[in-house]
């Protein structure tokens, strides 16, 4: 799954859930929890459903824990960064660090 052709993050994890549960028996929310090192075994399914955001560092940790590497991984943490911005100057300024990944 190409993180690249994602404009929602949640919109990607929600995907990458579904596929990875439908390919890999033993995947769970329990089980992305302790990939991504979380407490909470459903902390995935909050931030699917949107009510919880991401951190930056929590953005690298669900990262990691898709298998994101590299550009790949950069361009997830922007995309939480530009899907949770606050403010237009804020959101516009991801926007154009999100424009410059070559994949975009």
């Not at 690249?4 to 579904?18: C, K, Q």
């Not at 995935?44 to 930056?56: A, C, F, H, P, Y």
């Amino acid at each position: 799954m190409d993180v690249f052709h994602h404009r929602d993050y949640r919109t990607f994890l929600r995907e990458y859930y579904e596929r990875k549960k439908e390919n890999d028996y033993g995947f769970s929310y329990r089980s992305f929890a302790r990939k991504a090192r979380l407490r909470s075994p459903n902390y995935l399914k909050l931030v699917i459903e949107g009510s919880r955001n991401l951190t930056s560092e929590m953005a690298s940790r669900f990262a990691e824990a898709c298998d994101l590497k590299g550009e790949a991984a950069d361009y997830f943490c922007e995309l939480v960064a530009f899907n949770q911005a606050r403010s237009s100057a804020e959101r516009s300024r991801c926007y154009r660090r999100l424009s410059k990944f070559k994949r975009y």
